[in-house]
């Protein structure tokens, strides 16, 4: 995540985020007290978090990489394989490598639902532990899983797949699959 105009355009992108949250899982009431959320920003001179994320996120995309091509050889698709993460109407060989893929770095578990505790890992590797970037992605992982229902283990994948790119979109995070 860059900066795009302004060093506070993030810092007021992410209060927006973690706000929209914190309200659907009412957590923010306003029972006629004020509330500061500035509070929950890093004090100044912290490292800006999408520095963080800039230099974290390979790990992360590194395990990614390592799954997906474990799985390319195990379905036996191309080496070549086209990224997955943004595919709307992918085959269903395709759906089956992204339930390869998520079971691999173990963000869907056996029973085919979001593995919300190692999604609170991950985020917690690539943001240095930062709790309020644990809990935001912890609420969407939580609403991805409430929202998907299906029988077929590939198809589930592809809707997490979907919800997940949404969400990973939203927060400007590049990661492929």
Known sequence: MKPSTSASAPATAILTLVVAALLQMHCVRGQN???????LLPKTGAE????????????VQELIS???????????????QRPLVKVTN???????????VLKKIKLM???????VGQVEKLT?????????????SSSM?????????????CEVAHLFNQC??????????????
Request: glycine share 2%.
């Open 48 to 59: 800006p978090i999408w520095a963080v994320i800039d230099r974290n996120l390979p790990q």
């Open 90 to 100: 992918p085959s269903e060989k395709e759906k089956c490598l992204v339930e390869c």
């Open 141 to 153: 992982a939580q609403a991805c899983s409430r929202g998907i229902s299906s029988k077929n283990n």
């Open 66 to 80: 390592t799954a997906r091509m474990e799985c390319i050889q195990k379905l036996q698709l191309p080496r070549d």
């Open 33 to 39: 007290q004020a509330f500061d959320l500035t509070k």
């Open 109 to 115: 578990d056996s029973d085919n639902k979001l593995n």
């Open 164 to 177: 997940i790119s949404r969400q990973l979109e939203r927060n400007n995070v590049k990661l492929v699959w």
């Open 124 to 136: 917690s590797l690539v943001t240095q532990d930062n709790k309020m970037a644990i809990a935001v």
